[in-house]
């Protein structure tokens, strides 16, 4: 039983088989979106913690080398370590295929991440306890750490081959923050190992938007209550947005397959449906679509496969 319902799942599937059938791709197009997500991810995941910088900054900070006036320290340095963090995700991936999850590599993520802002802490599990700001769920005793990050590993390991990719990073980075292992630096951990996860199945970075912090935060605390499907949900929305990107560059412009994704309203002006109703078929899954900024796109061909589905369904 997987928790993605089943166009959602489709829908990955076709963008990553599409993005396969691309492979080898080009290396300096590949790079390029490298930088670009490095820089993306670099900023939302510090920017969820409430790192000041902004995006463009942070482009600054990592390819410039400069210090912004009148914003702290620590977030420079912040956004140094998680830059390198992803440096390293990226290495991992490429050259140490073998190498699987473990305490040990969740421990040097965050190690990395802190390098230059956490001295005693650094990669280490918590001694005291924790609460998470703006959550009701309080996580386990320090003292119950290290047997639940064992216990988290053991799980993973089981269940490797039999979830879906996408609900397996997802439900790993619930449970991860669920735990709260650390004293801080817990969510950018856990987006990092997810992946790490994702990443050594072909999918390309994967970004939790500073933008979806409250829904990221809601979906997180239904998964508390042994909800997970509307976390996992959110997460294969993430992984759809990355691949649609990674199809919109690096898909030849003559290629007939090419989707051509638009902001709703222009498709619902040819289309018999209002944009608000379009917007309920995407709410509801039915539809797909990927949000770029506060807007949502989604193509004439998605559409027809809606309706397609329908279709079916009545005969
Ligand atoms: N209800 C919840 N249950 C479990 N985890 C949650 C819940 N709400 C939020 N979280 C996680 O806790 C993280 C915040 O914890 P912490 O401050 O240790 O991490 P951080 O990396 O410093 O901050 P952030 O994750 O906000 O960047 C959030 O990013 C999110 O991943
Ligand atoms: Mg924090």
Do not use: C
């Not at 599409?18 to 995941?45: C, D, G, W």
């Not at 490797?160 to 630096?185: T, W």
């Not at 944009?275 to 078929?281: D, E, G, H, I, T």
């Amino acid at each position: 039983m997987t928790l993605l319902p089943k166009n959602l799942q489709e829908s990955l599937e076709r963008r990553l088989h599409a993005l396969n059938k691309l492979r080898p791709l080009p290396h300096s197009a590949v790079q390029k979106l490298r930088e670009h997500f490095k820089i993306e991810m670099t900023y939302n995941s510090n920017a969820i913690e409430g790192n000041s910088l902004t995006l463009k900054e942070t482009f600054l900070v990592i390819n410039e080398g400069i210090t912004v006036k009148g914003k702290p320290l620590k977030d420079h340095l912040e956004a140094k370590d998680h830059h390198a963090a992803l440096e390293y995700l990226y290495e991992l991936v490429e050259y140490k295929k073998q190498q699987t999850l473990s305490e040990q590599l969740v421990r040097t993520l965050h190690q990395l991440i802190t390098r230059e802002t956490e001295e005693e802490w650094a990669g280490r599990y918590r001694e005291s306890n924790v609460f998470i700001g703006g959550a009701d769920h309080t996580p386990p005793d320090a003292i119950d750490v290290p047997l639940q990050m064992k216990k988290l590993i053991d799980w993973f390991q089981k269940n490797q081959k039999k979830l879906p990719i996408v609900e397996l990073a997802a439900l790993f980075h619930h449970r991860l923050v669920f735990i709260h292992p650390f004293l801080d630096g817990n969510g950018r951990t856990a987006r990092l190992a997810m992946n790490l996860i994702l990443m050594k199945a072909g999918y390309p970075l994967v970004v939790v938007l500073k933008n979806d912090r409250k829904k990221y935060y809601r979906v997180l605390s239904e998964a508390d209550k042994e909800n997970p499907k509307s976390f996992v949900q959110f997460v294969a929305r993430a992984v759809e947005r990355s691949l649609d990107i990674y199809l919109k560059t690096l898909t030849p412009i003559s290629s007939k397959e090419r989707e051509r994704f638009l902001p709703l309203f222009q498709i619902a002006e040819k289309s018999p449906y209002s944009a608000k109703y379009l917007n309920l078929l995407i709410r509801q899954g039915k539809l797909e679509a990927h949000k770029e900024g506060r807007i949502w796109f989604t193509s004439q061909e998605a559409l027809k496969r809606y309706q397609d589905g329908r279709q079916r369904k009545r005969e």
